[in-house]
């Protein structure tokens, strides 16, 4: 079993940054793949930024590249999602998710673990 929580969402301007943290229970959190989704209300969860078990290898939706970074520290069971450049069309609940199987999968049915999720909002 993992566990993941979230936090570091929040109220940003427009062109500003925000850092999203996951940290994961469980001594195994280096074999699982990683990624982070999005859901806005009335709207199916969007594959934002996926990470493989090391680190070595990322993937993002084309909406966010050259905006977001996702990394991970193995040691400390966390992983990131820094967010520059904010948009108003970033707005949404953010999760961050697991995956035993697949790495940086865009569908959310590749994930076993789900965290409970973190608000982003961003003003015009």
């Known amino acids: 079993q993992v566990q993941l929580v979230e936090s570091g969402g929040g109220l940003v301007q427009a062109g500003g940054s925000l850092r999203l943290s996951c940290t994961a229970s469980g001594r195994t959190f280096s074999s699982y793949a990683l990624g982070w989704f999005r859901q806005c209300p009335g709207k199916e969860r969007e594959f934002v930024a996926g990470?493989?078990?090391?680190?070595?290898?990322?993937r993002y939706a084309d909406s966010v590249k050259g905006r977001f970074t996702i990394s991970r520290d193995n040691a400390e069971n966390t992983v990131f999602l820094q967010m520059n450049s904010l948009r108003p069309e970033d707005t949404a609940v953010y999760y961050c998710?697991?995956?035993?199987?697949?790495?940086?999968?865009?569908?959310?049915?590749?994930?076993?673990?789900w965290g409970q999720g973190t608000q982003v909002t961003v003003s015009s």
């Open positions: 990470i493989n078990w090391s680190g070595s290898s990322t």
């Open positions: 998710a697991a995956s035993a199987t697949y790495s940086s999968s865009l569908l959310p049915a590749s994930y076993n673990y």
